[in-house]
């Protein structure tokens, strides 16, 4: 099976910056839409970012501007360069992975174990 592995988390000052890193290992398989998703005490899941094969990008209002997601596709991992960072972006933050698989034609969602982001003031 594929898995996502997160790294790069930690505890950083407002107006700091951190870098978020998810790998995918596995074998025979392909990564359509990679995204990140963070979730805070109390609050929804919600959508960051995304980042299709072929570098198209989404971003949330909250973060356009100064989170940048890219990825590199010989090492299948995902990247999440985050600057500017504020207490409200305190929050775990979830990799996402539409894997498909070599034959197949649709696509299986995995998710990353979630690391944890505190800007403190």
């Known amino acids: 099976q594929v898995q996502l592995v997160e790294s790069g988390g930690g505890l950083v000052q407002a107006g700091g910056s951190l870098r978020l890193s998810c790998a995918a290992s596995?074998?025979?398989?392909?990564?359509?839409?990679m995204g990140w998703y963070r979730q805070a005490p109390g609050k929804q899941r919600e959508l960051v970012t995304t980042?299709?094969?072929?570098?198209?990008?989404n971003y949330a209002d909250s973060v356009k501007g100064r989170f940048t997601i890219s990825r590199d596709n010989a090492k299948n991992t995902v990247y999440l360069q985050m600057n500017s960072l504020k207490p409200e972006d305190t929050a775990v933050y979830y990799c996402?992975?539409?894997?498909?698989?070599?034959?197949?034609?649709?696509?299986?969602?995995?998710w990353g174990q979630g690391t944890q982001v505190t800007v403190s003031s």
């Open positions: 596995g074998s025979s398989f392909s990564i359509d839409v």
């Open positions: 980042i299709t094969s072929g570098g198209t990008t």
């Open positions: 996402n992975a539409r894997v498909v698989y070599t034959g197949r034609t649709y696509g299986l969602a995995y």
